[in-house]
């Protein structure tokens, strides 16, 4: 359960302040996943580096299942699997490596990493590439060693940014796959996109973010209900104000 | 295990995997310091017996004036030659190390029992003409005294009225500290491994793996960004030291290589001493690159300010060159100045006292703890992890 209220976040930079998120709220449950969704800058991004603390935001606060992430943020983090946006995985060490490296960092014993290395890999598809050093791993390779690394200690949170941004066809259907898997396994999933078919086949919930603020957010129906559109897609272009960063 | 030592064991884990760049960085120093010892000893060597015992070849200007001086000096093992045209110019252009000239009015002056001229033209800033300068001064002095002598005794005076002192320099050098001088470039070379020696993983952990940006998932970890960071030093620090060892390890190797006269102490004694010198050294030059490299926004910037960082072990040395002074206390708290000091004394066989290494350690792990304190808040800096 992760809830965020009243986040807000600016960034000086040469030309003046950016308001990047102000007053994003909503709250993701266990065992659905909730997609935020908007365009290219729309402060996705921001908001989920927010939930993880990688940032504190300027107001509001975040609380992950009930631990204010502001006055306890490792435990916060203990509780989080996190696919950043830049998935950084370490070239010179092979996959399985990647994912011991951060279940080390988790406290987890070689026995654990084991087993849950071999758990995950069989779920993502990647027996094949696991002993390889990552360097000259696909887009999709690297994604999957990124999510199981993130995902290493079995945390009930996961939060994923762009998941599947650059996979082919084969390889996005596999992670769709992953992400429902991780739904029925009791947990809160919430993953970012900027392409509206990705989070209608997926999301229980929806939170639309454009220009740094929720412009909406409910169920795929609730969405359609409020504004009064039969496709999701024209309720998407409603309640963003334009076509932008609709289509990838 | 501690998050800290599991950082440090995947960056050693990391770096080992690139093969080549830990063979040069560990290598390149090792081998050139045995070429530098062993190439300038036998050079240094070569030129110390042949300018001492060689006949010493000197232009003279007026040898005709003068034959029992050349006489005298050729039973000293010094050959007059033909003067060039010009001697000043000779000595200008590097022709000549040292010329003689020997007055027009020698003659006279000589038979009138008048103190008679004989010009050295030497170039003082040059070190080659400092040898033969020395001999041929010292044969002309040998000369006036023989003949000053023998016209005292002519004049039926004792010589020794007109000798009231002999002036008798005593060289209390010792082989060893002989050596240290002429090997003075030594501590900057130890130094500079020391210092410099981890900075291409501190860089690459820090900076690099920012421009990676794989630092924003390992900070999405609960490890703690002190434990982290300190992970990544300790790790350099591990590198540094390996890189250390093999310094000494070819430093011992060079002199033991070296050519005989070329010695100083490199007991397995003056070995440790030195390691125990440069270890706070690593951790200095680890921390500060830490600070650097968390606090630019690349590896290219990081790496822009090796070249300051190469210059700044040497900056006492170029102080000592112009001003040289003695060996206080208050050196050893001042960076590099210190370890130069501390390593030339342990070269030179001297002895260094507890309080000499308590105030040198006591200063080095101050410095390196504050820089660490300053990295630590570099890293809890928000834009640490997000590249671009």
Request: net charge neutral.
């Amino acid at each position: 359960m992760i809830e965020a209220n009243g986040l807000s976040k600016a960034f000086k930079t040469r030309t003046g302040t950016v308001q990047a998120v102000s007053d994003v709220g909503f709250s993701a449950r266990d065992g659905e996943i909730t997609g935020l969704l908007g365009p290219n800058g729309a402060g996705k991004t921001t908001t989920l580096r927010m939930l993880y603390t990688l940032m504190s935001p300027d107001r509001g606060s975040v609380r992950v299942d009930g631990i204010d992430a502001a006055r306890d943020p490792d435990a916060a983090r203990r509780r989080l699997g996190v696919l950043p946006d830049a998935r950084g995985v370490y070239k010179r060490l092979t996959a399985r490596e990647n994912i011991a490296y951060f279940g080390r960092l988790h406290g987890m014993s070689d026995a654990d990493i084991r087993e849950r290395t071999r758990a995950l890999s069989q779920a993502l598809e990647m027996d094949d590439i696991l002993d390889r050093q990552t360097e000259g791993f696909s887009q999709g390779q690297r994604t999957k060693t990124a999510i199981a690394r993130a995902v290493v200690h079995d945390p009930r949170n996961v939060i994923l940014d762009e998941p599947t941004n650059g996979l082919d066809v084969m390889t996005t259907r596999a992670m769709r796959g992953f992400l429902r898997q991780l739904r029925e396994e009791g947990r809160c999933v919430i993953f970012s996109s900027h392409i509206m078919q990705e989070v209608a086949a997926l999301c229980d919930r929806i939170v639309v973010i454009a220009k740094g603020t929720v412009v909406a957010q409910g169920t795929p129906d609730e969405l359609r209900t409020l504004t009064g559109e039969e496709n999701l897609e024209d309720a998407f272009v409603r309640v963003i104000g334009s076509e932008e960063g609709l289509y990838a | 295990m501690n998050p800290m030592f599991v950082v440090m064991m995947k960056e050693l884990v990391d770096l080992a995997r690139d093969r080549r760049t830990v063979l040069i960085s560990l290598l390149m120093g090792p081998i050139l310091i045995v070429g530098l010892v062993v190439g300038m000893g036998a050079v240094m060597q070569k030129k110390m017996t042949t300018q001492m015992e060689k006949t010493l070849e000197v232009p003279l200007v007026g040898a005709e004036r003068a034959p029992n001086l050349v006489a005298f000096l050729a039973e000293h093992n010094i050959e007059a030659t033909e003067p060039p045209e010009d001697a000043e110019t000779a000595i200008a252009q590097q022709d000549a190390d040292v010329i003689l000239r020997i007055s027009p009015n020698y003659a006279e002056d000589w038979r009138a029992g008048k103190p008679a001229l004989v010009e050295i033209l030497h170039d003082s800033t040059r070190d080659d003409s400092r040898i033969p300068v020395a001999r041929v001064s010292s044969v002309l002095r040998g000369y006036a005294q023989q003949v000053g002598a023998l016209r005292l005794l002519s004049r039926g005076v004792d010589p020794g009225v007109g000798m009231p002192l002999i002036p008798a320099p005593v060289d209390l050098a010792t082989p060893m500290s002989r050596v240290g001088q002429a090997l003075a470039f030594l501590p900057y070379f130890l130094i500079m491994s020391a210092f410099l020696g981890g900075a291409y993983l501190v860089i690459d952990v820090t900076a690099g793996e920012r421009e990676r940006q794989s630092l924003e998932p390992l900070l999405a970890t609960p490890a703690s960004r002190r434990a982290i960071m300190s992970g990544k030093i300790l790790a350099a620090c591990v590198f540094g030291v390996m890189s250390l060892v093999l310094m000494l390890a070819a430093f011992k190797a060079a002199f033991w290589l070296a050519p005989a006269g070329v010695k100083v102490d490199v007991s397995l004694l003056a070995m440790a001493k030195l390691l125990l010198i440069l270890l706070p050294t690593v951790l200095f030059g680890t921390c500060l690159l830490t600070v650097i490299s968390a606090s630019v926004k690349s590896v290219k910037e990081a790496q822009s300010y090796m070249s300051l960082l190469f210059l700044l072990p040497m900056l006492p040395t170029f102080f000592l060159l112009i001003s040289p002074v003695k060996n206080e206390l208050w050196m050893l708290a001042v960076p590099f100045l210190s370890q130069n000091q501390m390593i030339m004394m342990v070269l030179r066989g001297e002895t260094l006292t507890m309080l000499d290494w308590s105030l040198y350690t006591a200063v080095g792990v101050a410095v390196s703890a504050a820089l660490w304190w300053i990295a630590a808040r570099m890293y809890h800096r928000e834009h640490l992890a997000v590249s671009g």
